[in-house]
T-cell receptor, first 114, second 115 residues
Framework: DAGVIQSPRHEVTEMGQEVTLRCKPISGHNSLFWYRQTMMRGLELLIYFNNNVPIDDSGMPEDRFSAKMPNASFSTLKIQPSEPRDSAVYFC????????????FGSGTQLSVL | AQSVTQPDIHITVSEGASLELRCNYSYGATPYLFWYVQSPGQGLQLLLKYFSGDTLVQGIKGFEAEFKRSQSSFNLRKPSVHWSDAAEYFCAVGARGTNAGKSTFGDGTTLTVKP
């Protein structure tokens, strides 16, 4: 299995632009998570899905952030408009979703908003 | 709500020496506990987890951790560190009955290994 695949690996954009981060979970996994990692705040859970349905989006910082999971093999995290304080590494992770089994993380997207 | 504290931001050990990374948690009952490792430019990888049973848990790469309820701790240990163990280590605590992805992560401990 290829693991959790995120794209792009790096994104540099100007303030005000729309940013779309993509994630392909491991086939057969029913839960998908988006995290943000910064030096100041550490690793934060933004939102997670079970069976393509958003379960908890309480970690989404603002309305500028939105996430979708149109099918079991694809999810997007969109920021519009982007701001410099959104600069961080964004991780996607997936799990079987049956309980507290292990998470599988992607390699992350390094986002820089200038 | 649960919380987790990793008191050591940065630890340096010599190759071949033993290692202990500290983790303290706060939770009203017995939580689920995890240790993850993150290599530069990579996502987190699960080293080991504690759900119930034997309080000494064995993980991958020769790591182990011991759950001590009386001390609210879940320290990670390795008897002999290898240079490839240099990475950032995260402890996480999860509430029973919830999805592992809702775990609360500590701020991480960066391990440097001296030759």
């Amino acid at each position: 299995d290829a693991g959790v695949i995120q794209s792009p690996r790096h994104e540099v954009t100007e303030m005000g632009q729309e940013v779309t981060l993509r994630c392909k979970p491991i086939s057969g996994h029913n839960s998908l998570f988006w995290y943000r990692q910064t030096m100041m705040r550490g690793l934060e859970l933004l939102i997670y899905f079970n069976n393509n349905v958003p379960i908890d989006d309480s970690g989404m910082p603002e309305d500028r952030f939105s996430a979708k999971m149109p099918n079991a093999s694809f999810s997007t995290l969109k920021i519009q408009p982007s701001e410099p304080r959104d600069s961080a590494v964004y991780f996607c992770a997936s799990s079987l979703g049956q309980g507290n089994e292990k998470l599988f993380f992607g390699s992350g997207t390094q986002l820089s908003v200038l | 709500a649960q919380s987790v504290t990793q008191p050591d931001i940065h630890i340096t050990v010599s190759e071949g020496a033993s290692l202990e990374l500290r983790c303290n948690y706060s939770y009203g009952a017995t939580p689920y506990l995890f240790w993850y490792v993150q290599s530069p430019g990579q996502g987190l990888q699960l080293l080991l987890k504690y759900f119930s049973g034997d309080t000494l848990v064995q993980g991958i790469k020769g790591f182990e951790a011991e759950f001590k309820r009386s001390q609210s701790s879940f320290n990670l240990r390795k008897p002999s560190v290898h240079w490839s163990d240099a990475a950032e280590y995260f402890c996480a605590v999860g509430a029973r009955g919830t999805n592992a992805g809702k775990s609360t992560f500590g701020d991480g401990t960066t391990l440097t290994v001296k030759p």
